[in-house]
Each structure stands twice: as structure tokens, then as C-alpha cells.
């Protein structure tokens, strides 16, 4: 059984997910992700029971807000999915700009779910104003409701019970964190979005993050941190400071999105960087590592679905 993802997002750490964790812990305390997205990381971890609690954090409310819902409230969110994407058949284009505008009044994490579902290549987008403008993809109608009420129920399998879910500015989690946790980071690239970009709710500052990992290093917190990358001969985002004595191990993560629709070979790689402590506690050097092209994170239990697994009553 394929790794539950109801969210469709770009950027998301989904196809990367099974390589990050071969350079983390077996085995530890806590997950943090001040910028969790699709919590693609969490839910990873989860299904393999290497972490016993998540703490799920997005500075983009309606998205945390979102994977509230998915993981307390799944049957709940799925019903109003179903009954949401069935409402499209009549004039779909209409519909899509009729929820967005809606969402865009309401903030409604419901919404949001089919909005990203139907939304072009997942890709979020806000203007200038921090209102959802991403246009509807032309050639599809979103993820059929059997499907996205069988992931959504198994997110809410791997982590209900387990998870904190907050909308907080990632300093203030990063300050709370503990020495026995572990940390993921996945910030918006410096270089591609600098401090505010459409592509993101919220940038970050470049100095600011910097002094943000030299204080867990002074914590001895254990972390990794996706931040820069490369794809052919263009560079994305300055590396991190020798200051901070992180050790980098770049992956690769084939061919862009953008590079296809190009007819392009370009290859991306993106940097993980590891703390210090981490990286001596799972023995890793600086490696490029070459993507593989059977590799895919696979559930192997329960055999059967999720819906078999969740109670037919949620409290």
C-alpha cells in the first residue's frame, strides 16, 4: 500500500522522503517541522513508528488548519470532499473560481483541500494581498473522492493521537524545542523566494534563520534542514555558513517539473544539511546521493485499507 498523501503540493518532500530518513535517527523522542507543509516528513516517520509524538507546524494557517482536520476529523472532512468535488460536474472552471473565492473570504481549510487538489501542478500561489489566485488545472477534475477519503484516513491511522498541529512563526517553535527531539526544516529557498515570493504564505530571513540554527547548535538540538539546490548550471540560494559546521549531503531529485514541459534534461539537486550532533550520531560524511529509480517508501501493514482501521465513529 502506497504512503497516504491527500495533499497535493509542490515543493512537497514526498518523492525525497525515503532518502531524508535514511540520515536521521532510528529511533527518538519527538518530530519538529516548523515548516511541515504536507507534513510529508511526519507522515514518513510515522509509518515506520520511528518517533514516538509530531509537533506539525505551517506559518500558512488555513494549511495547518487543514492537517488538523485530516488527522482529528478525517471521515468529517472527507464527507464535505465528497460532497464539494461532486458539485463541479455542471461547469468545473466555474465552480473552482467560485470555491476560491469563497476561500478566499472564509479562509475555510475545507476549501483548501479541494483547492490544492485541483489547483495547477498542486502549486500554491498568493498575490499581493495574500489572497489564493492559483488557476484551475484544465485537464483534471482533482483527486476522486474514493481515493482522497481513503488517504485522508490514513494520515489520520498513522498520526491521530500523536500529533500537535500549530500556525506559529518558526522561531518560536525552534525555541521550544527539546534536546531529545529531532528537527526538519524545509523553509522557502532564499534563492528562489527572498523574503516574500507568490509562491509561499511567508519567506524567511536569510540572517535570521542563520542565528536560528547556530542557537539549536548551541542547544545541541538535532536537526537537518532542506534549504538550497541546483539544477543544471543555476544555483539556488546561498549555502549555509561553514560557521555553523553542518554537513552537506546532496540529493538528487531528477528532472523538474518545469524541466519536462521543456523537453529539458536538466537534473535538480537539493542540499540537506545535517547539525553536527546529528551527523556524528548516524555517521554521515558529505555524499551526493544518486537518486535510484525503484525507490518509493511502501507501506507493507495493515493489508488491508485504511477504512478498515479507523472506527466508524469519530468522536
Not at 52 to 65: C, M, Q, R, T, V
Not at 111 to 139: A, M, W
Request: glycine share 6%; net charge positive; aromatic share 10%.
Amino acid at each position: 500500500m502506497k504512503v497516504p498523501h491527500p495533499i497535493q503540493y509542490q515543493g512537497s518532500k514526498r518523492a525525497l522522503a525515503s532518502t531524508i530518513l535514511r540520515y536521521l535517527p532510528d529511533k527518538f523522542s519527538g518530530l519538529v517541522e516548523p515548516f511541515a507543509g504536507t507534513a510529508a516528513i511526519s507522515i514518513a516517520i510515522a509509518i515506520r513508528n520511528r518517533s514516538k509524538s509530531y509537533w506539525i507546524n505551517d506559518y500558512n494557517k488555513p494549511l495547518a488548519e487543514l492537517l488538523e482536520l485530516v488527522i482529528n476529523s478525517p471521515v468529517e472532512l472527507a464527507d464535505f470532499y465528497k460532497k464539494l468535488w461532486n458539485q463541479q460536474h455542471d461547469d468545473s472552471l466555474e465552480h473552482y473560481y467560485q470555491v476560491r473565492e469563497d476561500f478566499n473570504r472564509t479562509r475555510d481549510p475545507r476549501l483548501f483541500l479541494y483547492l490544492l487538489s485541483r489547483c495547477v501542478k498542486g502549486s500554491v500561489r498568493y498575490n499581493s494581498e495574500g489572497l489564493f489566485n492559483q488557476s484551475p488545472d484544465k485537464r483534471r477534475h482533482g483527486t476522486r473522492p474514493e481515493t482522497m477519503r481513503e488517504n485522508i484516513l490514513g494520515v489520520s491511522y498513522l498520526l491521530k493521537g500523536k500529533a500537535k498541529i500549530t500556525s506559529l512563526d518558526y522561531k518560536q517553535v525552534l525555541l521550544e524545542v527539546k534536546e531529545d527531539d529531532v528537527v526538519y526544516m524545509d523553509p522557502p529557498y532564499q534563492g528562489v523566494c527572498g523574503d516574500r515570493d507568490s509562491r509561499y504564505y511567508s519567506g524567511i530571513v536569510f540572517n535570521e534563520f542563520v542565528a536560528a540554527l547556530q542557537d539549536l547548535n548551541a542547544r545541541n538540538v538535532r536537526y537537518a534542514v532542506s534549504y538550497d539546490g541546483r539544477t543544471g548550471n543555476k544555483t539556488f540560494g546561498v549555502h549555509l555558513p561553514e560557521s555553523l559546521d553542518l554537513t552537506l549531503i546532496e540529493l538528487e531529485a531528477g528532472r523538474s517539473t518545469q524541466a519536462t514541459l521543456l523537453n529539458r534534461d536538466d537534473i535538480t539537486i537539493e542540499s540537506l544539511y545535517l547539525s553536527p550532533r546529528l551527523a556524528e550520531e548516524v555517521y554521515a560524511l558529505p555524499h551526493f546521493h544518486k537518486r535510484q529509480k525503484t525507490e518509493q517508501l511502501v507501506l507493507m501493514e495493515p493489508k488491508t485499507g485504511y477504512a478498515t482501521q479507523i472506527p466508524k465513529k469519530i468522536s
